[in-house]
């Protein structure tokens, strides 16, 4: 460390108080949660709901809190767990994502359901979600992401099993 004998110069001032400012602006989401492997599931004809899956790396701790789609009316975050031979989905009001731990979302678990569909979707398709975050500190953040419609292979996650 270097002690300054005099009073800083203005400039310096100048740059200190702008740092202070960029360092306050609002959590950029890249900055903080990296997002891959993004899809949604193909849907049949005449079916509503869909599902989306992805994986979450975050260099903190942030909770997922709302998830919105131009193709769906509502999102919804799911879990899927077997209870009594019985494939049971659960709404999560928030999803928690640990500092420096993947949180997988994947066919037969954690899962983004899309309810109302505006329109079938369909391989090759792009679907936009737009996914709130919220930090420890309570403030929130927005990612929108790109989402390839993909063909499920049919081992599993195919919601046209599933009920609700
Ligand atoms: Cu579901």
Redesign the pocket.
Known sequence: MTTLKQPLPRFINTVIFTLLVICTLPTQAQDVVQVDHAWAGETHAGQTVG?AYMNFLSKQDITLTHVESDLAKTV?I?S?SMENNIMK?RMLESLPIHAGKTAKLAPGGL?L?LFDLTKPLSQGDILHLTLTFSTKDRSTFKQTLKVPVKRISNEHGD?SH?H?
């Open positions: 599902a919804e799911h899927m989905m899962h359901m919601h599933h609700h």
